[in-house]
């Protein structure tokens, strides 16, 4: 089998409606050019061995309109939520306030808020799974009457609808942040929500709440949503910013 040809690949700028656009360019042994925006928002341009970079520089101005739309795209997308961290004064959310992480020996495990901290007491040193573990413990224990007040704001603004009230459930999910189902209106909410300012929780309810109405994601149900919280895309990206 012929070696394939690759080389050493370069940087490239030009002028496309007075503004730079600049992208990696590598000959490589291929008989098409092609193009790729990646999600950092960075050009690479493939080319075929033996043509000319001006050729190429022409390419890329015919789908310059192409690569700015990409560009954009990946722009507007929400940066990734940090991961948590579980180690001394690593910062943890409790109703959308910081809080830093201490460790203290004690008797038997529990946590608590002192001032701005939330302190973990153990007999022993605790390995991050524990700490995770006992955290999220801690988190469902306070869950239920955060989700209790909640349902006292959000549901008087389905009143107009004549609905059985819900029965609101604790929840892990490992990939949602709650669940419905309408015929025996049961609503699954995440212990994880009480990270969160109390408006977070509330989108998500509502959220929840319309499915009593609307069973799906259509146009119907997000004008419904729109119109009993207009902000709702406001809470939705705060929430979704939080620490996974």
């Known amino acids: 089998m012929p070696r394939s040809f690759s080389a050493a690949p370069r940087r490239e700028t030009l002028l496309y409606k007075n503004q730079p656009l600049t992208y990696t360019l590598v000959f490589r042994s291929r008989r098409t050019i092609g193009f790729a925006v990646r999600p950092d928002g960075s050009v690479h341009v493939s080319a075929p061995a033996g043509i000319s970079a001006e050729w190429v520089a022409q ?19 929400p940066a990734p939520a940090p991961t948590r961290r ?11 306030q ?6 203290v020996a004690a008797a038997r495990p529990s946590v608590a808020i002192v001032g701005d901290e939330l302190v973990v007491h153990s007999p022993a040193p605790l390995s991050v799974p524990q700490t995770e573990a006992l955290l999220h413990t801690w988190y469902v224990r306070r869950a239920g ?15 107009e609808f004549n609905l059985t009230r819900p029965t ?11 669940s419905c189902t309408p015929r025996s ?7 994880e929500l009480i990270r969160a300012r109390p408006e977070c929780l509330d989108y998500v309810l509502l ?15 997000y004008d419904l949503q729109k119109r009993l919280m207009p902000d709702w895309e406001r809470w939705k990206d705060e929430l979704n910013a939080l620490p996974k």
């Open 59 to 77: 390419q890329v101005l015919k789908r310059a309109d192409w690569i700015l739309k990409h560009q954009a795209t990946f722009a507007a997308r």
């Open 86 to 96: 579980f180690d001394a004064d690593s910062v943890h959310y409790y109703q959308g």
């Open 98 to 103: 910081p809080y830093r992480l201490r460790f």
């Open 145 to 159: 009457a955060h989700f209790s007040e909640s349902l006292e704001r959000v549901w008087p603004r389905f009143a």
């Open 168 to 178: 609101l459930f604790v929840r892990h999910m490992r990939t949602r942040w709650g």
């Open 185 to 191: 209106a049961r609503i699954r909410l995440s212990p």
């Open 207 to 221: 959220h929840e709440c319309c499915h009593l109405l609307v069973g799906d994601h259509s146009k119907a149900f």
